[in-house]
């Protein structure tokens, strides 16, 4: 079954303690992408990766940094959490080939006290 | 830069009512068009896709048509059912790129 999978899928942390929220792909995409959804503002996009090693800013990277050593596995992480970072998470991929659908995780809710 | 306005939610309605959901867009090029629809708990998931002017996407008895003209892409379905009852964002993709642009999302409540 094609799937993305995101873990943790609940995760409540401390202003500061670093975290890691990962990502993996059974379907050989290419393009990885993260996005925080937040009341009125719809889907914002954090990071993207076009595909192994590498990796560029979306719309709001400030506070986030993600890694892409395997084709699978995009994680990201939060170095230094803050309260603004409360926010529902969903890691996304699609194929780099036309105009593929994308599919997206069950989505993480971080709460950062 | 891209991007997409939808109607402001929360949309309640009786089951068998007719429903719309307004987008329009801004854009540079010849944008996709997509909908999404996010059931309480879960991800996003694709419901439906126009790739060119004055095509139609269509699934599970929801329907859009892509409108060059109005910058829009409207979703519509017939008769709603309580099942029906999600978030529904649409979402543009331009050139050969894969990032999504989103709008706000509209919360879909249908009752008895």
């Known amino acids: 079954e094609a799937q993305v999978t995101q873990n943790p899928r609940y995760l409540i942390t401390v202003t500061g303690k670093k975290l890691t929220v990962t990502c993996s792909q059974n379907?050989?995409?290419?393009?990885m992408s993260w996005y925080r959804q937040d009341p009125g503002l719809g889907l914002r996009q954090i990071y993207y990766s076009m595909n192994v090693e590498v990796t560029d800013k979306g719309d709001v990277p400030e506070g986030y940094k993600v890694s892409r050593k395997e084709k699978r596995n995009f994680p990201l992480i939060l170095e230094s959490p803050s309260p603004n970072q409360t926010s529902l998470y969903f890691c996304?991929?699609?194929?780099?080939?036309?105009?593929?659908?994308?599919?997206f995780g069950q989505g993480t809710r971080l709460t950062v006290v | 830069g891209n991007s997409v306005t939808q109607m402001e939610g929360p949309v309640t309605l009786s089951e068998e009512a007719f429903l719309t959901i307004n987008c329009t867009y801004t854009a540079t090029g010849y944008p996709s068009l997509f909908w999404y629809v996010q059931y309480p708990g879960e991800g996003l998931q694709l419901l439906l896709k126009?790739?060119?002017?004055?095509d139609k996407g269509s699934n599970k008895g929801f329907e859009a048509t892509y409108r060059k003209e109005t910058t829009s892409f409207h979703l519509e379905k017939g008769s709603v059912q309580v099942s029906d009852s999600a978030v529904y964002f649409c979402?543009?993709?331009?050139?050969?790129?894969?990032?999504?642009?989103f709008g706000t999302g509209t919360q879909l409540k249908v009752e008895l």
């Open positions: 379907m050989n995409h290419e393009y």
């Open positions: 979402a543009l993709r331009t050139g050969g790129g894969n990032k999504l642009t």
């Open positions: 996304a991929s699609s194929s780099n080939r036309g105009d593929t659908e994308a599919f």
């Open positions: 126009a790739t060119k002017a004055d």
